[in-house]
């Protein structure tokens, strides 16, 4: 099981970019800047969260428009 979620500094879920299984190997993911009704997000400081069977790393990263 895959998990790919997109947070706010406050830890408010913005976007979730995957949630299920995925086969092994390369696989890709983008995020536009969008929140998960397709409203853009302003710029700031955000945490791509990614979750591989119940392991989680966290990643910080900066939105410019």
């Known amino acids: 099981m895959v998990?790919?979620?997109i947070r706010d500094?406050?830890?408010r879920l913005i976007n979730t970019l995957v949630a299920g299984r995925r086969p092994a190997g390369v696989?890709?993911?983008v995020w536009?800047?969008?929140n998960n009704?397709?409203?853009?997000?302003?710029s700031g400081v955000y945490?791509?969260?990614l979750t591989i069977d119940?392991?989680?790393d966290v990643r910080k990263?900066?939105?410019?428009?």
């Open 27 to 29: 696989n890709h993911a």
């Open 37 to 42: 009704k397709g409203g853009t997000v302003s």
């Open 32 to 34: 536009y800047g969008r």
């Open 47 to 49: 945490f791509s969260c």
């Open 3 to 5: 998990s790919l979620v």
């Open 54 to 56: 119940g392991i989680c």
């Open 9 to 11: 500094l406050r830890g």
């Open 61 to 65: 990263m900066t939105l410019i428009r």
